[in-house]
């Protein structure tokens, strides 16, 4: 009794098809947006990820480096 009223105020199928048209552009937009911010959000943790393997590598060669003179 109470779900069937609450269901009808969030489901609207217009007659007219063109307004999903609005919906439709927006939607491309915000998935263009979204692909593009998750690639440019990869492509600084791979640079991270490069960054801290340099590190790394550095460290280990200068603590080798160290055993080897003392």
């Known amino acids: 009794m109470f ?23 927006t939607f491309v937009i915000f998935l263009i947006g979204a692909l593009l911010t998750m690639r440019f959000i990869i492509k600084i943790s791979k640079r991270e990820a490069q960054k801290t393997k340099e ?7 200068n603590n080798q480096s ?3 003179n003392s």
């Open 55 to 61: 590190l790394e590598e550095q460290i280990l060669k």
């Open 3 to 25: 779900l069937p009223s609450v269901l009808s105020l969030f489901l609207y199928f217009p007659e007219d098809k063109s307004e999903y048209i609005p919906a439709g552009i």
């Open 66 to 68: 160290n055993q080897r």
